[in-house]
């Protein structure tokens, strides 16, 4: 079992950029999926952004496609979403995600077996 803390969340304006953090600990293997959820008020939770363990590809839900980056510091055992350009439409709660091999790049929640608590992000217009 994986165990994950989100952090970083917050309130930004349009236009402005937040970075998250998913600090894994537990039993971890290089075929590992690292996720990025998202959930707004009355949606479906969605998918965002994915790469594996080992740090050898990635996925982007297309709508932040060129905004998002996600990248893992294997020395932290942390994953990191960066987010720019911020659009109104990104405010959501955002999860992180564990699922225990590479098919956790197609962007199915249910390929996740592991989540963190979540953290708020707000972007104002």
């Known amino acids: 079992q994986v165990q994950l803390v989100e952090s970083g969340g917050g309130l930004v304006q349009a236009g402005g950029s937040l970075r998250l953090s998913c600090a894994a600990s537990?039993?971890?293997?290089?075929?590992?999926?690292m996720g990025w959820f998202r959930q707004a008020p009355g949606k479906e939770r969605e998918f965002v952004a994915g790469i594996l363990w080992s740090g050898t590809s990635m996925n982007y839900e297309d709508s932040v496609e060129g905004r998002f980056t996600i990248s893992k510091d294997n020395a932290k055992n942390t994953v990191y979403l960066q987010m720019n350009k911020l659009r109104p439409e990104d405010t959501a709660i955002y999860y992180c995600?564990?699922?225990?091999?590479?098919?956790?790049?197609?962007?199915?929640?249910?390929?996740?077996?592991?989540w963190g608590q979540g953290t708020q992000v707000t972007v104002s217009s």
């Open positions: 995600a564990s699922a225990l091999g590479p098919w956790g790049l197609r962007g199915s929640d249910a390929d996740f077996s592991s």
């Open positions: 537990g039993r971890t293997f290089t075929t590992m999926t």
